[in-house]
C-alpha cells in the first residue's frame, strides 16, 4: 500500500472549514483513498474514500488531485465534536475485506 | 449502517491472568475480522487478522500464543490476552467488513490495564 503524508496537527476555529491535506505520491491507479477519524479512546470512524472523482457525504468533501498524488479532506463547517485524529489511508481493494494500515495521522483541535 | 460491537469496553486484571475480548458484528456477516492495538498517543497497529473457521494471521512480532483468537461463527471473534503482563495494558479495537466491500468498520474497543 502507498505510503501518506499528512501534518500532524492543525487547528481550526469553530464554524469554519477544516481542510486536511494528505500527501499519496506513490499512490498506485488500483488504490483508494480513504478517510477515518479517531475521537479519544473510541475506535476509528470512516469518513469518506474516493478513487479519482471528487466525493461528498453528509460529513465532508473529498478533493483528489488529478495526478491523484495528493487529497484534501474538507469539514466544511468544524465543530467543537470534530475534534480528533484525522487519518488519511491509501489501499487497494484486494476480496471483500482488506486490511488498513493506519500512519500517524492529523490531530485536529477545533477551537471556539 | 453495519455496526462492530466490542466488548468489554474497559477491564483490569492482574498479572498472570487471561482476559478475553469480544467482537460482534451486529447486523451483518463478517468472514474476516482485523484486531488492532493501539499505544497511548500511537496509531493503530494491526496485530492479525481473523478469518471464520481457520487459522488467524498474526502480524511479524506478536505472538500467536499470547494472543489467541478464535473466530467461530460469522459474526463472532475473539481474542484472548493470556498471562497478561503490564506491558500487555493497551487499546484493542477490531473491525470488520460488511458485504459489498470496504470500508472497515471499527468496534468501540477495549481498554486493558494489567496490574
Known amino acids: 500500500d502507498a505510503k501518506t503524508t499528512q501534518p500532524p496537527s492543525m487547528d481550526c476555529a469553530e ?8 500527501n499519496h505520491s506513490t499512490i498506485s491507479g488500483n488504490e483508494y483513498v480513504y478517510w477515518y477519524r479517531q ?10 474514500h474516493g478513487l479519482k472523482n471528487n466525493e461528498t457525504n453528509e460529513m465532508a468533501s473529498l478533493i483528489i488531485t488529478e495526478d491523484r498524488k495528493s487529497s484534501t479532506l474538507i469539514l466544511p463547517h468544524a465543530t467543537l465534536r470534530d475534534t ?22 492529523t490531530r485536529l483541535q477545533v477551537t471556539l | 449502517g453495519a455496526v ?13 491472568t487471561s482476559v478475553k475480548i469480544e467482537c460482534r458484528s451486529l447486523d451483518f456477516q463478517a468472514t474476516t475480522m482485523f484486531w488492532y492495538r493501539q499505544f497511548p498517543k500511537k496509531s493503530l497497529m494491526l496485530m492479525a487478522t481473523s478469518n471464520e473457521g481457520s487459522k488467524a494471521t498474526y502480524e511479524q512480532g506478536v505472538e500467536k500464543d ?17 498471562s497478561a503482563h503490564p506491558e500487555d495494558s493497551s487499546f484493542y479495537i477490531c473491525s470488520a467488513s460488511a458485504p ?15 496490574t
Not at chain 1, 464554524?15 to 494528505?22: K, S, T, V
Not at chain 1, 475521537?39 to 469518506?48: D, E, L, N, R, T
Open chain 1, 39 to 48: 475521537i479519544h479512546s473510541q475506535g476509528p470512524q470512516y469518513i469518506i
Open chain 2, 66 to 82: 499470547k494472543f489467541l483468537i478464535n473466530h467461530a461463527s460469522l459474526t463472532l471473534s475473539t481474542l484472548t490476552v493470556t
Open chain 2, 4 to 16: 462492530v460491537s466490542q466488548h468489554p469496553s474497559r477491564v483490569i486484571c492482574k498479572s498472570g
Open chain 2, 100 to 114: 459489498g466491500g470496504p470500508p472497515l468498520h471499527f468496534g468501540n474497543g477495549t481498554r486493558l490495564t494489567v
Open chain 1, 84 to 105: 480528533a485524529v484525522y487519518y488519511c489511508i491509501v489501499r487497494a481493494v484486494t476480496g471483500t475485506a482488506s486490511k488498513l494500515t493506519f500512519g500517524t495521522g
Open chain 1, 15 to 22: 464554524g469554519r472549514a477544516a481542510n486536511l491535506p494528505c
